[in-house]
């Protein structure tokens, strides 16, 4: 994503990202980038808060026009309903991020990808 | 109240007792930016996203699921909200849900602030870009293909998400 942000910025079209992943988008470099510290998944606000999505697309389109350098990160004031005890747990032993069922289907996915390369295919 | 998430130490963490291969995340020292050249009420707003965000009446090809080998795609800007939807597994299933595509994909939000003027239009497609495993093919491949549908709907400016 902002791979994508970065090239058509480049290119003459202004861009604002919003997203999770702070650290991620930060070490990337991007023009805007517009951050709620809510789980992956709900970068634009929670999921069935049409109001709260207003203001996370508002936050963006003020940020489009008040920007004057690149790397400019706003975070919104939002936080998540239902506590942050996600914060603790994404991405470790006591809550595996994919079901094994997931994991095994992606390690398939990456494997044809492998093979697919090796055939000049991809 | 906690701060945020260190994503990338994070997954560095979980995945290398299980993989020993950590994923290097591309960095850049350099940032190009683009001032608005016209106010937002007179700008057309294109939509791209990494949500895999597809519409129920497209026919999805075997590649579409290959997500890790990149590749990008179209959607209609008014296709109808109970047409999309996400198949993403790639977020935080704990937590929350992809139930609601807006709070990925705001394509509602972004109608609504065409109706209410405050940004001046949409361009007739949004695109999708499937993350890949390779940075170079995302780089080479699809993002100028993305580029160029934009230039040819006329966008000014663009709202990007991940899941």
């Known amino acids: 994503m902002s791979l994508v942000a970065r090239h058509l910025e480049a290119n003459g079209i202004s861009t604002v990202v919003f997203g999770a992943a702070r650290d991620i988008v930060e070490h990337v470099g991007v023009p805007r980038f517009v951050h709620s510290d809510f789980p992956l998944g709900s970068p634009c606000g929670e999921p069935h808060n049409a109001a709260q999505q207003r203001e996370v697309l508002e936050i963006g389109f003020k940020l489009l026009e008040r920007a004057f350098v690149p790397r400019t990160t706003v975070q919104t004031p939002f936080r998540w309903s239902k506590g942050e005890v996600w ?36 | 109240m906690a701060t945020y998430v260190r994503y990338i130490d994070r997954i560095r963490e979980y995945y290398l007792s299980k993989y020993n291969n950590p994923y290097r995340w591309a960095h850049f020292e350099d940032v190009p930016f683009t001032p608005l050249k016209k106010p937002l009420a ?122």
């Not at chain 2, 704990?94 to 405050?118: C, I, K, M, Q």
């Not at chain 2, 497609?125 to 934009?150: K, M, W």
């Not at chain 2, 709907?153 to 990007?160: E, I, R, S």
């Open chain 1, 87 to 122: 914060k603790d747990l994404v991405f470790t032993p006591e809550q595996p991020y994919q079901s094994p069922e997931a994991e095994r289907e992606w390690l398939e996915r990456k494997e044809h990808y492998r093979k697919l390369r090796a055939e000049g295919n991809v």
């Open chain 2, 42 to 163: 007179e700008s057309r707003v294109v939509l791209v996203t990494t949500s895999q965000t597809t519409a129920r009446n497209v026919e999805r090809k075997e590649s579409d699921g290959m997500q890790n080998a990149g590749g990008m795609y179209s959607l209609a800007a008014d296709t109808p909200l109970d047409l999309l939807y996400s198949p993403a597994d790639n977020y935080d299933t704990a937590a929350t849900t992809l139930d609601d595509v807006n709070a990925f994909y705001p394509t509602s939000r972004l109608h609504e602030a065409v109706a209410s003027g405050r940004i001046g239009s949409l361009t007739e497609r949004f695109h999708g870009v499937y993350n890949a495993y390779s940075q170079r093919r995302t780089r080479e491949r699809d993002i100028p293909a993305v580029l160029e549908r934009c230039r040819e709907d006329g966008a000014d400016v663009a709202v990007l998400t991940p899941v």
